[in-house]
């Protein structure tokens, strides 16, 4: 499959594919590891609602999305009795 070529590579920020098979569609999405896939399109997507970020070392991280706002906070749990 041609993903296994393009998955070679020591990066992965962005891929595209073009089909017009619809399950072909899916399993490149799938198989391509790279931080955005686009298929039968190409370009910088989306809002800040839609993560952004690479694969392997093209990745420092994720912009925009819930993922870039985990980076900027930190869980906790806090259990108050009253009484």
């Given at each position: 499959?041609?993903?296994?070529?393009?998955?070679?590579?020591?990066?992965?920020?962005?891929?595209?594919?073009?089909?017009?098979?619809?399950?072909?569609?899916?399993r490149m999405?799938?198989?391509?590891?790279?931080?955005?896939?686009?298929?039968?399109?190409y370009g910088?997507?989306?809002?800040?609602?839609?993560?952004?970020?690479g694969f392997?070392?093209?990745?420092?991280?994720?912009?925009?999305?819930?993922?870039?706002?985990?980076?900027?906070?930190?869980?906790?749990?806090?259990?108050?009795?009253?009484?």
């Open positions: 499959m041609m993903s296994s070529t393009a998955n070679r590579t020591s990066y992965g920020l962005v891929a595209s594919a073009w089909t017009n098979d619809g399950a072909r569609q899916m999405m799938k198989a391509l590891r790279a931080g955005q896939v686009f298929i039968n399109a910088a997507a989306g809002g800040i609602e839609l993560p952004f970020g392997k070392k093209s990745s420092h991280g994720r912009e925009k999305g819930f993922d870039a706002l985990y980076e900027f906070s930190a869980t906790k749990t806090a259990v108050v009795k009253h009484g």
